[in-house]
């Protein structure tokens, strides 16, 4: 199926000029993405004392290995591949108001690794070896906007982790800044509302893992300017699915929950203190080591992955694509074992939605821990048995099923990862007091706690997205 | 000097109750610190692949080599050694009201490494082999409250780092407990009013670093109950010098800067803003390799030095102290060329006082980068010349210099580490635009990010805590 296929159909409220737009960026793309061996590809060696794989420029990433040591969990110790991208990138959203209605600026860009190509991405997504033009491609558009001060008002600015089991210490500019009417969009960007955005959420793989976590650290005070969904308003499709907020009463809790105005069930200085005892609770350390000779992984022609194939593999592609700034490169894409799932139960807790997050550890995170989703994980390559609710996510009759939409992970470093994200109203077997490492919090304190670093994982950052679909 | 003659003379409104236990406890306490090789050190020993300096249980913490790159700076590489300690620790303080007054238990704790061997430390202190009780010493009294929910009501909870030029990643948990009026004191825990503590900041090495961090992540709203010390009161004495506020102006300008009620020069997203930016400015990659063969390190019987003699040493000791929970041990210390300097700038803004904080890059923090003072050096380590502002602190007229007290680090990890901690009211010749690096901000935002990790380092925890001295 071609992206310009995947596109339709698009929620009825939806305008067609951006509908339209959409289809003619997809139309006028073309990408073609192959296999190539790691040892084959174009500007990537592996280095000669350590066999990890490098660009020829040093800049970009690499891949490396890793030794985790842990008392938590079922595994104290293990090897992996690791992608290791020191530099900080741009995540960057332009937004205005024009006539009381809050637009986003996006982009619809292609990455090799997505199942579905052209996605709607932030107006800027640099890397900064990018953006510095390592590559010698094009400039980025609309960069200055990030860069130069006073450009416009910057709403949002922090620093952001990447998938923790793949990155070691990936970090990420988030930023959003407002500009005024007279920004001009064209070509591969588009003024859409934000309200529009939100509901294209709805639609499997088109907005890209980029867009979705600006959008989860947009603050609070930017919200009442977008229209709400119609209460009990149902997007049918053939890619959507159970995206009905069942009667008004859970819009109604999410929206106290969203604005803060409703009890919490933990006041503030609580979670925090819950979040710190869980950090302290176990010790975790990941230490670089030589790609080659890792134990337990093997290298080949086709890339590195494990006997079993569990957990993921690493490739080399090539990749020709129209419309981004270089035409062609070789790269490799860590290819995971897939598809994951990554849920937020929700309940409503003396009329204010709570959401049950998770704290989790994960390897290449730069504080060992953060908040991630209440059920996260890969059915095929989980070790043990399912998580805690995995069940009650995965088996929830569809009237609790509050949004089902396959999205993508970054498809720039990832190879057809793509994670089924789930809201569930949780059932009465779910108890209201949390088992260890699990805590209800409202949508207004996980807001609050995106204006830092380092508090949600960048799942529960597109769940958190995500859920701004349904109210 | 013992620490008995060490703490007197007491500022004159320092009740002598406090004065009298404190002076007890030194008479009690003996401490005889002797060096010894660290070939020679009982419990540690070199690691035969790595060189590694490790405890023989594997618990504690380890010295091992650090090799440091980074675009920031007039020094792109180096190495050194670091102290690795992956546990967190937990500087857990009790407060309780007791007629309107807020106290603090402290407890008067003996360090190998301070010049001032008694200092005021928080209620407890404990690293996580320390109360897991891997030196099978005694319990660790009042931990439960620290450890066991609901044995208090938890005011602080958070993860804070320690010195990033010494240590790798350190992080302890800072907590603040309020209790009831029943818990009680005895042996070497005391309760002493808030303002008392404050007051004794002005001490020469008597409050220790462990205590003042743990104070300046003290919330806002605990402070009120605690009486402002008389606009205009000098203290005076031998050990204290320079702490008179000159004049009620700037002392009401920082209560109003702690208060919050006054204009901030930047917003709280301006200044979240301008921290990212300069993360985002440079790169810092810390990657830790084999303490043997440290290239510019010479290791002999005495110690890890360089030929040179700069920054520190690592040498060993063997410790005997009557009062702690173990009688006798050895372990490495590390050994700075010092004192060194740490200071604030101030300046009143609108009436409201700001603080000049710097965005300090340092090889050992968690994310490379966090707030320090607007001055932070060592002289006799210093490569180039004096930092920015250093000649603006050290040649301040008396009128201007609001606090000069030499203030020990962590005796526990360091021997004979002082530092001058300066708070400087800003000549004209400071200018209110910043240079790149550098922000003004007011005691509330410096306080409301404290709610938070790795915003800033221990050196401006410490002079945050002293700034609470003077109004």
Chains 1, 2 share one sequence.
Not at 21 to 40: D, G, H, M, Y
Not at 141 to 164: I, K, N
Not at 320 to 342: C, M, T
Not at 427 to 452: I, K, M, N, Y
């Amino acid at each position: 199926m071609t992206a310009a296929e995947r596109a339709e159909p698009w929620p009825a409220d939806v305008s067609s000029r951006v509908a339209g737009w959409f289809a003619r960026c997809a139309a006028e793309t073309s990408c073609r993405v192959q296999r190539v061996p790691l040892t084959e590809l174009r500007n990537w060696s592996f280095d000669a004392g350590t066999g990890n794989l490098r660009h020829d420029s040093g800049r970009f990433f690499s891949v490396e290995g890793l030794l985790v040591r842990t008392s938590y969990g079922a595994v104290p110790h293990w090897h992996q591949p690791v992608i290791r991208q020191p530099e900080i990138g741009i995540l960057g959203m332009l937004v205005k108001v024009a006539g009381g209605v809050p637009y986003c600026l996006v982009q619809a860009k292609a990455e090799p690794g997505n199942s579905n190509t052209l996605q709607l991405s932030p107006t800027v997504q640099a890397t900064r070896s990018n953006y510095m033009r390592v590559h010698r491609g094009a400039g980025t558009r609309y960069l200055e906007y990030f860069t130069r001060p006073g450009a416009g008002e910057v709403l949002v600015d922090v620093l952001q982790s990447e998938q923790g089991s793949w990155f070691l210490g990936k970090r990420n500019r988030n930023m959003v800044v407002r500009v005024g009417a007279d920004v001009p969009a064209g070509g591969r960007h588009q003024w859409i509302a934000l309200a529009e955005l939100r509901r294209l959420l709805r639609l499997d793989g088109l907005v890209n893992m980029d867009t979705r976590t600006v959008l989860a650290c947009l603050p609070a005070g930017f919200f009442p300017g977008s229209a709400p969904a119609p209460a009990g308003t149902t997007v049918t499709g053939t890619t959507v699915t159970g995206t009905t907020v069942t009667g008004t009463t859970m819009a109604e809790a999410l929206r106290r929950s969203a604005a803060g105005t409703g009890p919490a069930r933990h006041d503030d200085v609580a979670v925090l203190s819950w979040f710190t005892t869980a950090k302290s609770r176990h010790e975790l350390s990941a230490t670089r080591v030589p790609l080659r000779g890792l134990p337990g992984w093997h290298q080949h022609a086709d890339g590195i992955e494990r006997p079993d194939g569990r957990f993921f593999s690493v490739i080399g592609v090539d990749v020709r694509v129209d419309g981004r700034e270089v035409l062609g490169w070789q790269q490799p894409l860590l290819h995971p074992r897939g598809p994951g799932v990554a849920a937020f139960l929700l309940r409503r807790i003396a009329g204010v939605a709570h959401i049950l997050v998770h704290a989790r550890f994960q390897a290449g995170l730069l504080d060992a821990m953060e908040m991630g989703p209440t059920v996260q994980f890969t059915p095929q390559s989980h070790p043990a048995g399912p998580p805690p609710f995995a069940d009650e996510v995965l088996t929830a009759p569809p009237e609790r099923v509050l949004y089902d939409t396959v999205l993508a992970e970054e498809g720039g470093r990832f190879y057809r990862s793509d994670n089924r994200y789930l809201v569930v109203e949780a059932s009465d077997d779910v108890p209201a007091d949390e088992p260890e490492g699990f805590c209800w919090v409202t949508v207004a304190q996980l807001t609050a706690l995106l204006r830092h670093g380092y508090y949600l994982n960048v799942e529960a950052r597109s769940l958190l997205a995500c859920l701004h679909s349904l109210f």
